[in-house]
């Protein structure tokens, strides 16, 4: 058999085959198909091993394949015996690699945990984690691997490596739980990371600051639905991940709340949200624009999908403010400071800051506590804000006083 020849051989109305030597040989089918098979005898029977298709497979290589398959039944094993058994512990190696038992352990984590959560760990594991370890199973996984991608990623963030880190030693705890390892070696690994201090979140809180940050939200150039979000975040001062995610099913617009289902927050409660008169105003704008979908704020490249986590920050960035000044989380740094030195309650301002209680009793929570007074808060604050805007020096009245 020769290429020339292999190439010349048409397709005909049935199966039929091109010989080489010690049993291998060509079958063209009548499509046109071309696979290389081998005939041989083991334990008294006849049988066939598949060695690929041509062209993928040339001649040179069907014959070597032939050669390491006639090698096994020198040695009493049989080629497709010894096929299966290598398919089989590839398949056991994929079922058993870091990937596979980390996506089992997510499936069931996320059921506990806010959808930001969820998609913030799936980010960590497909962004950080798996293109390094993913592949490989999980006891071939040493130290030393773990040690070299954590040091990697704390060259960029000491922050995103701790958290990695964590998510690592989650996954093989969780390995050595269902015995598919036997060890973890990110266990006291923390040593390796740099000491850090707890950071607040960069916020803007002097009036005259905020007023600013205002008027150039509003003068965003940005997309409507964009400049939207960025004017109701100060407004509402929920977290990021609550806003971004907000579904329309959500609201009642004609009653002023938004409920916020227990699953998407960090406290695993419900959360009503009263809106003040410019929120619902908002709101109602946008509907017009995003109304007939799921998600308040879609994102750009598929409605099917809320905004990107980095939309806001991108638009601050836009707006000229750097990550060491403003933030999205920082709104709600900016309405508690302003809140309490204007006097409110700092029960009120918690309840709709959704912090949870430290206090087991007072944490029979009720997503309606102080809806009444929170109520009354939202709207004023609203216009304090507008105040802020205009750059008049307003004070709300609160309690019947000035606050």
Known sequence: MSDRAIKAAKPRLKPYRLYDQRGLY????????????????HGGKEKRLSLGTYPETGLAEARQRCDD????????????????????????????????????????QKGSWAASHCEIVESRLDRHIFPKLGKLPITSIAGADVVWLIKEIAKRSPETARRVL??????????????????????????????????????????????????AIDGY??????????????????????LRQAEWSEFNLDAGEWLI?????????????????PAVALLLEL??????????FPSIRTPSRPMSENTINAALRRLGYEKEEMVAHGFR???????????????????????????????AYNKAKYLPERRKMMQEWA?????????????????????
Not at 199 to 209: D, G, N
Not at 221 to 230: D, I, N, Q, S
Not at 263 to 277: F, I, N
Request: aromatic share 8%.
């Open 287 to 296: 509907q017009a624009l995003t109304g007939r979908g799921r998600f308040v």
């Open 221 to 242: 150039e940005g997309t409507f639905t964009v400049k939207c979000a960025l004017q109701l975040a100060p407004l509402l001062f929920v977290r990021p991940g609550e």
């Open 383 to 403: 216009k304090y804000l507008d105040g802020l805007r205009s750059g008049a020096e307003v004070v709300p009245i609160h309690g019947g006083k000035r606050a």
């Open 333 to 363: 740094s900016m309405a508690s400071t302003l809140l309490h030195e204007l006097g409110y309650p700092s029960q009120f301002i918690e309840a709709q800051l959704a912090h949870a209680e430290k206090n087991q009793v007072k944490a």
């Open 69 to 108: 398959a006639r090698q096994l039944l020198k040695n009493n094993l049989d080629p497709s015996a010894q096929r299966r058994a290598e398919r089989g512990a590839l398949k056991k190696a994929v079922g058993d690699s870091f990937e596979a038992i980390a996506r089992e352990w997510f499936e069931i």
């Open 261 to 277: 289902p227990a699953v998407k927050m960090k406290g695993k409660r419900d959360h009503l949200v009263p809106l003040s008169k």
């Open 166 to 215: 964590s998510i690592i030693g989650r996954v093989f705890r969780y390995a050595m739980s269902s015995h598919r390892a036997t060890t973890d070696p990110t266990h006291k690994m923390v040593e390796i990371l740099p000491a850090t201090t707890k950071t607040h979140f960069p916020s803007i809180t002097a009036p005259k600051a905020v007023g600013a940050l205002l008027r």
């Open 26 to 41: 060509l079958e063209v089918s009548p499509n046109g198909g071309r696979w290389w098979r081998l005939k041989y005898r």
